[in-house]
């Protein structure tokens, strides 16, 4: 099961960033120590903490729907179960994934993909969820081909019930996956060619479900 971890995102600009930390104007470094102030600006970019404060992009903002474009649903009524689900957009900026997981007719599962585009996230090294869910278990699903079917490169999540918590995904944690096995030969996962990133539940988790979503943004 992967580690699920809560996290504030860091919004203060760089130039405000900067003068927190050495203003030139207003501070003196001691005799010395000026040589070092540049140093460790320089260096900051390179650190954890100026990673994280400077090297995010927004991948999905769900408070536009129109932006996000719409999401398919992919249930196991393709191989004759009755799962049911639905996606949707709320009055609060955020999206729905929810529905009923069904056993029967050997089914079990429900999903919800993006329709095909460039989501180009070469030089990044992972993805982080805002999600609200209902204590089960979910996949992140991401595709880089086009098609229907395919291998889909996946990282299971827990939630919380009613609560909100940031997942993040290192890429080169995912594991690639064709109809719910494992493909130990599928090509490395390239986050340059991402074109479908979806959400589904399996795993014998029968009856309701709803997981809410943010945002999706690269790290």
Known sequence: MANVTVSRSINTPP?????????????????????????FLLLLPFTAFGQHAMETRM???????????????????????????????????????????????NGGFA????????????????????????GKTYQLRLRTNSGFDGIAYQYTFSTEAETWIAVDVDFDTLQPTFRGRRVPDAPPFDP?????????ISDKQSGPFAIEIRSIEAY
């Open 111 to 134: 999903s919800t993909r993006s329709r095909p585009q460039s989501f180009d996230l070469g030089g990044f090294k992972g993805m982080r969820l805002m999600v609200r869910g209902d």
């Open 192 to 200: 340059s060619s991402i074109r479908q990133i979806g959400l589904l």
């Open 15 to 39: 130039d405000r960033l900067f003068k927190s930390v050495a203003d030139s104007n207003n501070f003196q470094f001691p005799s010395g120590l000026k040589d070092l102030r540049y140093l």
């Open 59 to 105: 991948v999905l903002d769900f408070s536009n729907g129109a932006a996000t474009g719409e999401w398919a649903i992919i249930n196991d009524v393709v191989m004759g179960g009755e799962s049911s689900s639905a996606f949707e957009f709320t009055e609060d900026g955020t999206a729905i994934f929810r529905g009923t997981v069904s056993l029967e007719n």
